[in-house]
């Protein structure tokens, strides 16, 4: 077995058994969406057929102007229970295609850090770190243990991740004009399934051309086997003539669909008015009576309490934060112990960031531009993806942190690197401990004492 299976080996086998204790006990139909996901794929298996977006009051599902990976992957694990007064078990045949997406997704947060680590003595701890956030932090086990797109997503964009990082790490010097071709195709591709998984990750689209400046940053010739090559710019447009054939072919048909159904080629507008009775900022400044500020400090605090899966499911938090301001809450030592550990998980990843920025202008000192471009993407994806979700919340409320999953590789990648600089790599087994111990302490509170109680009245 290679080194980098071994390393894989102990996050995904950890993946796998919590997402299958948190899957079989989230009360049915409890995720949110669950319900709207789980009918899209129905509906490709009775029907034959994509569904049409309808909004809110659509007859088949409100979430028909999803892109269809998800579904399609999760369609033929519910062939057997895709009849009327299944939904019980279909739905949680479904909810195991989404543990196989969390799988891919702590592949590659563990071998992101494997690619960006430069230093020997610290890869394998760093990558092993990386793959026991990915696979141990709550909000990835919640998302795996319930039916929706943002499993695909937010594996799909990790892939994409990785294998850019990895095109722009390995740099100018490798590259030959059928190698260009070729890298083009791949990336094109991966970028393309993303968006397949998620209209949200159209962002890799521009991040797919990055590659090019490992093609137009070289000069000098390069000698391979007896024969001396020289870079071009025929080279550059031989990657971006692969890359936009390829994310033609793998998501080009989703958008003409889209631009011939709905007038625009990521069914935004579409969105906007089927879900515009939807409450948004404005809504709590009149019926609330919040400021903007205050608006703000309560999307924020509502996407805190996700993204540690305090209460375990959006609705629930706002819920809880009302019983809390009440002197109601009777889980408070566990919200406080969670927002404790979620406070250290932060310390890690800051400093991630950081090390990020400063080995970039080292990379960018000796003039390695695709090297620096490739230590800060994971902090680029992040900041991306967070402003998609400001931006959505100035539209709707949405304060859930399942919206920030597209970016949990880079941030598990953040992490490590972070605790790797914070605290000694030897023993690597004290590293270790500490991720496990203290994401595994996390997400068993949000399985025994959130989980369970998801939809119940406290009081």
Not at 86 to 114: H, I, K
Request: one cysteine or more; glycine letters at 8%; a positive charge.
């Amino acid at each position: 077995m290679g080194r980098g299976a071994r390393l894989f080996l102990l996050p995904g086998s950890l993946h796998l058994l919590l997402a299958l204790a948190f899957l079989t006990t989230f009360p049915p139909f409890r995720a949110p969406d669950e319900g709207a996901h789980l009918n899209y794929a129905l509906h490709l298996i009775r029907s034959g057929r994509f569904p049409v977006f309808q909004g809110m009051e659509g007859r088949v599902t409100y979430e028909a102007h999803q892109p269809p990976l998800f579904y399609l992957t999760a369609a033929p694990f519910l062939v057997p229970w895709s009849k009327e007064g299944e939904e019980n078990r279909a739905l949680f045949v479904a909810r195991l295609s989404s543990s196989l997406w969390g799988l891919l997704t702590v592949g590659t947060a563990t071998a992101l850090a494997f690619v960006l680590i430069a230093d020997p003595a610290s890869r394998t701890i760093g990558a092993l770190i990386a793959g026991l956030f990915a696979a141990l932090h709550p909000v990835h086990l919640l998302i795996s243990g319930s039916v929706t797109n943002d499993s695909a997503a937010g594996a799909t964009a990790g892939a994409a991740l990785l294998w850019i990082c990895f095109l722009l790490m390995r740099g100018v010097r490798s590259r030959l004009p059928l190698q260009s071709s070729v890298d083009g195709l791949i990336t094109g591709t991966v970028c393309g399934l993303a968006l397949l998984a998620k209209s949200s990750n159209i962002f890799f689209f521009l991040l797919g051309d990055l590659p090019v400046i490992t093609l137009l940053a070289g000069v000098g010739p390069i000698r391979r086997k007896g024969r001396t090559h020289r870079h071009s710019p025929l080279m550059a447009l031989l990657f971006l003539s692969s890359f936009f054939l390829s994310f033609a072919l793998s998501a080009g048909w989703w958008l003409v669909r889209n631009l011939r159904l709905y007038g625009d080629p990521l069914a935004m507008a579409a969105f906007l008015e089927g879900f515009r009775q939807s409450p948004g900022p404005q809504y709590f400044f009149e019926k609330a009576g919040l400021t903007p500020f205050q608006y703000a400090v309560l999307v924020s605090h509502v996407s805190w309490f996700t993204w540690l899966g305090i209460f375990a499911e959006p609705n629930e938090v706002m819920k809880g934060l009302a019983r809390i301001s009440q002197g109601e809450e009777p889980t408070l030592s566990f919200v406080l112990t969670a927002c404790a550990i979620g406070f250290w998980l932060l310390i890690p990843l800051s400093l991630g960031v950081v090390r990020s920025f400063a080995e970039m202008a080292e990379k960018l000192r000796k003039g390695e531009v695709s090297q620096g471009l490739a230590l800060i993407l994971p902090f680029l994806t992040l900041i991306i993806v967070l402003a998609e979700f400001v931006a959505f919340n100035i539209r709707f409320f949405q304060g859930q942190a399942r919206y920030w999953y597209a970016a949990h590789p880079a941030m598990a990648y953040l992490y490590a690197v972070g605790l790797i600089r914070l605290l000694p790599t030897q023993p690597p087994a004290r590293l270790v401990s500490l991720t496990i111990g203290t994401l595994i302490t996390l997400s068993l509170i949000v399985l025994f004492i959130w989980v369970p109680t998801v939809g119940l009245d406290y009081r």
